[in-house]
């Protein structure tokens, strides 16, 4: 919960839209992606990692986050949009898109 900001937004292409931290947060615990399972395990495939630095006038304030995870049988792209807030590193949002069998 620490890493998502209290703006966080979710876009998924297959179950839509959840645009609240609550919200998120209850459907990791309940089923995530609308399976009804716990399926909030995800691997990195490493290679596929990208992160690109955010600057405002040369101050750093956030970065894009992108690469491809794999969730027990299914592959997905991810992009997230992380800001620095307050010092702290928080996700604002995050997408999951172009899920595939493995």
């Known amino acids: 919960e620490d ?3 209290e703006d966080f937004e979710f876009y998924h292409d297959k179950v839509g839209i959840d645009k609240s931290k609550a919200s998120f947060i209850n ?16 691997e990195l ?10 600057y405002d006038n040369s101050i750093l304030y956030g970065a894009i986050q992108k690469g491809i995870h794999r969730f027990h049988d299914t592959i997905a792209r991810f992009t997230h949009v992380w800001l620095l807030e307050n010092g702290k590193w928080t996700i604002s949002r995050a997408l999951s898109y172009d899920h595939k069998n493995d």
Do not use: M
């Not at 459907?27 to 995800?42: A, F, P, Q, V």
């Not at 495939?45 to 955010?54: G, K, M």
């Open 27 to 42: 459907s990791i615990k309940n089923g995530l992606c609308g399976t009804g399972e716990n399926s909030t395990r995800r």
């Open 3 to 5: 890493l998502l900001s």
């Open 45 to 54: 495939i490493e290679s596929s990692l990208q992160v690109f630095p955010l």
